[in-house]
């Protein structure tokens, strides 16, 4: 018995993959995360599924779920918001399993940034302008971040960076941002992608503060800052200039 770790995307059941829909809909235990995963999604899940909000429920508690079910000959869906290969948790479980000898797979989803980037029609890699995308979150009373990927340092880049659970902080994210990227800089937040109350926020360092507090945002959110989302004046990529085709 195995349990599948299953990237479930940003929330709209159609962007689920097919192995993701086939595993699901073949796993009679499933755990999900209830603040991203909809109904819609878990409509794939077989009758009689065994339905877990991890919300709810440790890590812990979570692995002795997995034991009990793969010891029952149950194979177990680990939904995941977004892709598994990043701030899923994925880690710490695994290394759980592995030490009770349960075995276990990932699929991707689409993540949720890739999402996020889609509905505004945004290319984060633009040549000349910004060819390196950062992945990364914000820190509080969370998970320490070693120091050399503190934000203000991230920003010595100027690369495209795209920030995840770090909505709560957007002030601070603001105060740290500007000096390297500039007030003008564009920003667009992306909250909920891809679900019935989908909010899109563009905007520019400068302002991006005063509009998500204004609609109250708390979680669930993308925020992408970079001079690649109001690129216009670039040269064509080499790969496809005339000149280097067959």
């Known amino acids: 018995m195995t349990v599948h770790f299953i990237g479930a995307g940003p929330g709209a059941a159609d962007l689920l993959t097919f192995r993701g829909a086939s595993l699901i809909g073949a796993s009679p235990v499933c755990l999900y995360a209830g603040t991203y995963v909809t109904d819609e999604m878990l409509a794939h899940c077989p009758d009689g599924v065994e339905l877990v909000d991890t919300a709810v429920v440790n890590l812990d508690e979570q692995i002795a779920i997995m ?34 000898g349960i075995d276990w797979d990932v699929t991707p ?19 000349e302008v910004a060819q390196t995308v950062i992945l990364t979150r914000a820190q509080r009373a969370s998970t320490k971040l070693p120091p050399e990927e503190s934000l203000a340092e991230l920003a010595k880049t100027h690369a495209t960076l795209v920030l995840h659970l770090a ?28 679900q019935p109350d989908e909010l899109i926020i563009r905007g ?18 993308i925020i992408i800052v970079g001079w690649a989302l109001d690129a216009e004046d670039f040269p064509d990529s ?8 067959p």
Not at 210 to 221: C, F
């Open 109 to 127: 989803g689409v993540p949720a940034y890739a999402a996020a980037a889609a509905l505004v029609g945004k290319e984060l890699s633009v040549p």
């Open 204 to 221: 520019t360092l400068a302002d991006v503060a005063d509009t998500v507090e204004q609609h109250g945002l708390r979680q669930a959110a």
């Open 238 to 245: 080499h790969l496809y200039r005339t000149r280097h085709l």
């Open 67 to 100: 034991k009990r079910a793969t010891a029952e000959g149950r194979d177990v869906a680990r939904l995941c918001s977004g892709d598994p290969s990043i701030y899923s948790a994925v880690a710490e479980q695994t290394r759980r399993l592995d030490a009770e």
């Open 167 to 194: 909505i709560r902080f957007v002030r601070e994210l603001q105060e740290t941002l500007i000096p390297e990227y500039g007030a003008d800089c564009p920003v667009v937040v992306v909250s909920r992608a891809e």
